[in-house]
């Protein structure tokens, strides 16, 4: 079973930056995607970012691009979520997800994805 722990997350004002890690208890070579979804209060959880090392493909959500950068440390089995230009609407919990990925589904969706981490909070301010 693998395990996911997420930190890094915090409070910050709006302009300022955070950065995630999601560390993995054990690696393998079957979960070959991680990405990270968040969830606001009331709202669904949504997509954020995912990366898949194979391919050096990395994808991220409308809302994201240009401000948040994934990366993975497969040394570490670790993934890293830098996010620039924090905006109100950004506070949510942030989830750590990971599967194998065979191309048949959308990494930015919740559905497909079986290992996630507990979460950590980022509060963003005006």
């Known amino acids: 079973q693998v395990q996911l722990v997420e930190s890094g997350g915090g409070s910050v004002q709006a302009g300022g930056s955070l950065r995630l890690s999601c560390a993995a208890s054990?690696?393998?070579?079957?979960?070959?995607?991680m990405g990270w979804f968040r969830q606001a209060p009331g709202k669904e959880r949504e997509g954020v970012a995912a990366i898949y090392p194979g391919s050096s493909s990395t994808y991220y959500a409308d809302s994201v691009k240009d401000r948040f950068t994934i990366s993975r440390d497969n040394g570490k089995n670790t993934i890293s979520l830098q996010m620039n230009s924090l905006r109100p609407e950004d506070t949510a919990m942030y989830y750590c997800a990971a599967e194998h990925w065979d191309g048949s589904w959308s990494v930015l969706t919740t559905k497909g994805w079986r290992y996630w981490g507990q979460g950590t909070q980022v509060t963003v301010s005006s």
């Open positions: 054990a690696y393998t070579s079957t979960l070959n995607c």
